[in-house]
C-alpha cells in the first residue's frame, strides 16, 4: 500500500488534546471549582431568529413536491450569490460578479481545498503563530512553509521583504490567534509585493465582521490590485454563529490569472464542480437570510456582547499590569504570559490558581512560546467571573 507518508509527519493533534487532558485532569482533583473557558474560538451566541426562521420555512419546502429541491447548483444558489454581491457592494464598496462568489461548507474546507488548483512545487509561507489549519494542509502535501515571525518587534503583523520567495501567502486579517489587523496601507504592501513576484495571497476574512472603523479593511478587494493577486475566503461562522450549521464562501476574481493567461476562477469553479455537490439548501436559505436588515442587526447584536466580553477582559489585563495585543477587531486577545512563564507553564498557572482555561500560544507555533490566547466567545456571566478571578491574582499578589 503505497499511503500519503506526509501524513506520518503530523502531529497529533496535540494542542487540543492536550488542553483537554489538562483540564480533565484538574476536575478531577478538584470536582468542586467551576472551570471556565476563555480558551473557546467557538461562538456562543445563538442563530438570528431570522435565520431559524429561514431555514424553518426552507425545510418545509423540501417536504412538499411542488417546492422540493434536489441536488443544488454545485457553486451555489444564484439568490446567495446575489445576496452576498449586493453586501460587498453596499458595505465595502466593492463591486463583484456572482461568478466569482463560490458557496462552499466553510472557511476551513476551502482554506485546504484550494492547494488543489496550484503547482505540487508551488511554495507557500505563512505567518508564526497561524491557524494550524494553513500549516497542516501544506504539510499533507510534503510542502515545507516558509515561516513569517509574527512578534512584537513587527507589532505582530509581519510585512513583506525580500527574503520571501513563495507563490502563495496565507494571510489571515484579523489574525487568528493573534488578534491584531492590518490597516489599508499594510495590506496595500502586500498587494503590491504579491503582484511584482506574481505570487498569490490567500486572504482569510473569517473574522472580517469584527473589523470596525473606516481605516481598516474588511475585503482585501478594498486594496488597489488585489483583483490580480487574491482570494479571498469567508465564513459565516463567526458572523452570525454558523460554526454547526456549516456555511462559507471564496471570491476568486476573473482577473486573477497566471502569466500565461489561465483563469484562477475557472480553475476553482472546476475543482468545486467535480469535488463538492453544494451546500444544502436550507442552510443556504439561512445564510440568506443573515443579510436581511434583521439578520445584519442580529449579527452587530452578537458581534456586540462578543466585544463587551473582550473590553472586560482588557480592563482586567490593565488592572494586572498583564502586556496584550489584538482584541480591538478581533474576539481574541494575545496575552504576553506574566511572570516570564512558558505558554504551558502559565496554562498550568491559571487553571490551578483560579480555574481559568487558556490556550497555550505555542499550539499555533514557535512565536507563541510566551503567549496565551483569551477569547471573548464565553458568556458575560462567565466571562465577568472570569475576570473577577483573575484579578484576585493580583491582590493576592501572585500574578
Ligand atoms: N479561519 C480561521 C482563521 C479560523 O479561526 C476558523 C475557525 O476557527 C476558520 C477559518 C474556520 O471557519 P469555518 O467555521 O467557516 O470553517
Known amino acids: 500500500m503505497k499511503i500519503n507518508r506526509n501524513y506520518l509527519k503530523l502531529s497529533e493533534n496535540y494542542l487540543f488534546s492536550e488542553v483537554a487532558k489538562r483540564t480533565r485532569d484538574f476536575q478531577v482533583a478538584h470536582p468542586d471549582v467551576a472551570i471556565i473557558k476563555l480558551s473557546i474560538g467557538d461562538v456562543s451566541r445563538p442563530l438570528p431568529a431570522?435565520?431559524?426562521?429561514?431555514?424553518k420555512q426552507a425545510c418545509t419546502e423540501l417536504g412538499h413536491a411542488k417546492t422540493f429541491h434536489g441536488y443544488g447548483p454545485e457553486l451555489g444558489y444564484p439568490w446567495l450569490r446575489a445576496a452576498i454581491a449586493d453586501f460587498y457592494r453596499e458595505q465595502y464598496q466593492v463591486q463583484l460578479d456572482t461568478d466569482e462568489i463560490v458557496i462552499s461548507d466553510g472557511a476551513k474546507s476551502d482554506?485546504?481545498?484550494l492547494l488543489d488548483i496550484f503547482d505540487s512545487q508551488a511554495s507557500v509561507a505563512m505567518c508564526n503563530p497561524v491557524y494550524p489549519v494553513y500549516l497542516e494542509s501544506n504539510l499533507m502535501l510534503g510542502r515545507t512553509p516558509q515561516f513569517l515571525p509574527a512578534t512584537v518587534a513587527n507589532q505582530f503583523l509581519p510585512l513583506p521583504d525580500e527574503t520571501i520567495t513563495a507563490d502563495i501567502v496565507y494571510l489571515c486579517n484579523p489574525a487568528n490567534p493573534m488578534g491584531v489587523c492590518y490597516n489599508r496601507q499594510q495590506l496595500q504592501l502586500w498587494v503590491n509585493f504579491a503582484r511584482e513576484h506574481h505570487a498569490v495571497i490567500i486572504y482569510d476574512a473569517a473574522y472580517a465582521c469584527f473589523v470596525s472603523g473606516v481605516d481598516l479593511p474588511r475585503s482585501i478587494y478594498e486594496i488597489d490590485g488585489a483583483r490580480e493577486?487574491?482570494?479571498e475566503v469567508c465564513s459565516f461562522s463567526k458572523m452570525a454563529g454558523f460554526t454547526g450549521v456549516r456555511c462559507g464562501y471564496t471570491i476568486v476574481p476573473k482577473?486573477?490569472?497566471t502569466r500565461d493567461g489561465v483563469s484562477l476562477n475557472q480553475l476553482w469553479r472546476?475543482?468545486?464542480t467535480?469535488?463538492?455537490n453544494g451546500v444544502s439548501y436550507i442552510v443556504q436559505r439561512g445564510a440568506e437570510a443573515v443579510f436581511t436588515v434583521a439578520g445584519l442587526?442580529?449579527?452587530q447584536k452578537n458581534l456586540a456582547y462578543y466585544r463587551r466580553n473582550v473590553r472586560m477582559i482588557f480592563k482586567t489585563l490593565d488592572e494586572l499590569q498583564w502586556s496584550y495585543v489584538g482584541g480591538k477587531h478581533s474576539p481574541y486577545v494575545w496575552v504576553r504570559c506574566p511572570g516570564a512563564r512558558g505558554a504551558w507553564e502559565c496554562f498550568d498557572f491559571l487553571l490551578n490558581e483560579v480555574g481559568i482555561v487558556c490556550t497555550p500560544g505555542i499550539g499555533f507555533g514557535t512565536a507563541g512560546e510566551n503567549y496565551i490566547r483569551l477569547t471573548g466567545f464565553n458568556s458575560y456571566a462567565n466571562t465577568r467571573l472570569a475576570c473577577q478571578r483573575l484579578l484576585k491574582l493580583k491582590q493576592n499578589k501572585k500574578h
Do not use: G
Open 111 to 113: 482554506l485546504s481545498n
Open 50 to 55: 431570522v435565520v431559524v426562521k429561514a431555514m
Open 229 to 231: 493577486c487574491a482570494i
Open 255 to 257: 482577473k486573477l490569472l
Open 270 to 272: 472546476r475543482r468545486q
Open 274 to 276: 467535480t469535488k463538492f
Open 297 to 299: 442587526q442580529a449579527v
